[in-house]
């Protein structure tokens, strides 16, 4: 038997695949060698929105007398053991849900690690478990992995498990009492407001002179004092030089500095999973991770990729667009993806939410950009629920056309309005046809009207 479409990784890449590919009638098999869902539902963007969502909850909990709701602080209290637990719940009933669909679909499923080994006439031969199977097409979904910084003790640490990469993290059954972070962008930021709320005393060590990585400076900098403003602690422009039992020494304008602590995060980013899949076997092309073309495709004919193994924006969502796309151009539909319009958010309290180029970005792209920053004040929804709200909204412009080329908010619903602004930027939106659209009110939303109305009276507040 020849599949259609042989699928190695089951993460949202691969699983969107397999169902748009058993959509569309193919005989498709899927493998995967650990937990259907990859790093996304297992330990990655579920597991810390679920965690993410009771830290909120308690942090509002403590703010409720600013609301008219009185609660007694004594009795707040965060119940990690819970969280994990419905956590859990959560993961376990998404993944059945995918499980269904793909069963749907008549997708075929097998649990083991796959190598590609040939090519032949009868397609591509992939050996996983004790059998080896035959596709006429091949797409690699295989993720990425935390990337461990080669320093003194490192490695030992990591063995003895009081250096943590983001799975461990959501699996802990006690919250560390201090937690040191090395790395300060969205892994590092997300995991730190959660443990912060959960009662751990935490110190994010960021190698750069900013937080969060290409997120705009003035939000970076506003999201850093509000998580200040919680407890979290920041050390910028540090270099970890060794972790060792209990300890991490850094150094920053050449002092040495050594924090204690009881268990050490890492998340200094992630880098695809191309070895051991028998890549080379049938000759295609990687660098630091498998070269695809715009239309997902490999240098070999049939060989597709998509999600975190192709590097490019490492993201769920930009994952689930990818393999949309290989599927659709291996069925004949040509499709290509526009990176220029995937929104980014860290889901931190506030949360922040960017789609299309910084002012920075666009000036050194040789444009002739503006930007316009207001406070969420501006909008009647926002200040209905944000006592002392810190909240901004940036709009990037090309000057003379009025085009709009980015949108960036902080701020609560930031990372649901953005998809909106993300459509106003692929499709061409210029400041006046932003103008022309209806906004329900009150929300939030509003901000982005509000924020292109002000820049008419330049200079002046809304
Ligand atoms: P990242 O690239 O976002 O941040 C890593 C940070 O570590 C950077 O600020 C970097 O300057 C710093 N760093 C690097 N080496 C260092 C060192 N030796 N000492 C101190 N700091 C150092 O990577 P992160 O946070 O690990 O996330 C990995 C991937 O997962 C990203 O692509 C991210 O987009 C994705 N992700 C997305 C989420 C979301 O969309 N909300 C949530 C979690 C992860």
Known sequence: MVYDLIIIGGGPAGYTAAERAGEAKKKVLLIEKASLGGVCLNEGCIPTKTLLYSAKLKNHAENAKKYGVDIEAASISLNHKKVMARKNKTVKKLIAGIKMRLDGFGVEMISATAEIRSKSNDGFEIAAGDTVYNGKNILVATGSSTVIIPIDGMSEAIDSGFAITSREALELGEIPEKLVVIGGGVIGLEMASYFQSAGSSVKVIEMLDKIAGATDNEIAEILKKECEKKGIEFVLGAKVTKVSQGEVSYTKENNEYSAE??????????????????????????????????????????????????????????????????????????????????????????????????????????????????????SGRYMAENEAGQGIAKIVYEEDTRVLLGVHLLGSYASEIIYGAGIMIEQGFTLDDIKRQVFPHPTVAEIIREAVFSIESEGEEP
């Open 261 to 378: 602590c009881s268990k050490v995060l890492l998340s200094v980013g992630r880098r695809p999973n191309i070895g051991g899949l028998g890549l080379e076997n049938i000759g295609v092309n990687t660098e630091k991770s498998i070269l695809v073309d715009e239309f997902m495709k490999t240098n070999i004919d049939g060989v597709y990729a998509a999600g975190d193994v192709t590097g490019k924006s490492m993201l769920a969502h930009t994952a689930y667009r990818q393999a949309e796309a290989a599927v659709n151009n291996m069925l004949g539909i040509d499709d290509k993806i526009n990176y220029s319009t995937i929104p980014s958010v860290i889901y931190t309290d506030p949360e922040s939410a960017s789609v299309g180029v910084t002012l920075n970005q666009a000036l050194g792209d040789g444009l002739k950009a503006k930007e316009k920053t207001i406070s969420m004040n501006y």
